[in-house]
């Protein structure tokens, strides 16, 4: 009798957790768009896909990586911008996008704080210094010296003006009160070719795009961004246990329209949270070498006004101009 009871209770129970995963889905009003201002490959369209994939099982509809390239990201946060409030639309972005972009163009085609509402911060990156293996230096101390006596050779590359890479790149100058000659390249391909030869002497990216160069002896991490060091190369310190305080981090984070009705901006924020819990997802980042983040829409909001405060001064101070 006992048994035939909790075959019932667990069969109930099947049979509510079915209809609340209907209820779930049929609350989305269809399909979800995630679209990314990048092309296919790269590090923003592989957090799309992994998420992509966990959010497609657990809302229980089709799940659709839309990428839209061109502007460095804003032609897709314009086109997100203008989404119709009955459209299931979010957007991947990055800082380039929601923190870079509106404090130097003049008219960035949207307004970062009016016309999104952040949904999830889904994951963390670091920057990386590095040097070739011409440079006579194994420590940032040693770098920092050298560079004073070598104002002329001094430059350092980056994967392009105006990236994050480039306004990190002056960060460490100024906390270390170095002249910091950034050099822009078209990518993070070139400028580790020429890093690698010798043609740049320094360089700051991110991690991901130097580990495999550092791990075969082609050039030499000294220094990562992250408040401490990374699994992914715990042999290199940290900015500040190198000597010089300065913490600072790129990231990919989840926007909705603000068309969206609040309600469906939650339900889409739960079930990301919900994702990135899953171990599984956990490992799918790390292998490619990135940080899952588990947060609130409460959370995510109150890292992006962290982030505005800290980088605004040095992307203003630099006077930089598109």
Do not use: C
Not at 92 to 117: C, H, I, T
Not at 159 to 167: I, M, N, Y
Not at 251 to 270: D, G, H, I, L, T
Request: proline share 7%; net charge positive; glycine share 8%.
């Amino acid at each position: 009798m006992l048994q035939h009871l909790l075959r019932r209770l667990a069969g109930i129970l099947t049979l509510s957790a079915l209809a609340a995963t209907a209820a779930f889905a049929q609350a989305q009003d269809g399909p979800l768009r995630i679209v990314v201002g990048y092309a296919p490959g790269g590090a923003t369209d592989r957090v799309a896909r992994i998420v992509g994939d966990k959010l497609q099982a657990k809302l229980g509809v089709p799940v659709v990586v839309d990428n839209k390239p061109g502007a460095g990201g804003r032609l897709a946060a314009q086109q997100v911008k203008a989404t119709p409030a009955g459209q299931n639309v979010l957007m991947l972005a990055n800082p380039a996008v929601m923190v870079v972009a509106p404090l130097v163009f003049k008219d960035n085609g949207y307004d970062a704080e009016r016309d999104f509402v952040p949904v999830s911060h889904v994951n963390d990156y670091e920057f990386a210094l590095s040097v070739s293996t011409a440079v006579p230096v194994r420590e940032l101390s040693h770098l920092l010296a050298w560079m004073r006596a070598n104002p002329d050779k001094a430059n350092v590359g980056v994967p392009a003006t105006g990236s994050l890479p480039h306004f990190f790149g002056l960060m460490v100058g100024e906390k270390a009160k170095v002249r910091t000659e950034v050099v822009g390249y078209r990518g993070s391909a070139p400028l580790l070719t020429d890093l690698i030869g010798g043609q740049v002497p320094i360089a700051v990216d991110t991690l991901d795009v130097v580990i495999p160069q550092h791990q075969s002896g082609k050039v030499r991490i000294l220094a990562m961004s992250g408040a401490k060091r990374s699994p992914f190369a715990p042999e290199v310190p940290t900015f500040k246990e190198a000597g010089l305080d300065l913490v600072a981090l790129g990231w990919n984070a989840f926007f909705a329209p603000a068309s969206m009705p609040r309600e469906k901006v939650a339900r889409y924020a739960q079930a990301i949270r919900e994702v990135m819990q899953d171990p599984d997802t956990a490992r799918r980042f790390k292998d490619s070498l990135m940080s899952p983040v588990v947060s609130t829409q409460e959370q995510t909001a109150a890292m992006l006004k962290a982030y505005r405060a800290q980088w605004a001064p040095v992307v203003q101070k630099s006077g930089y101009q598109p």
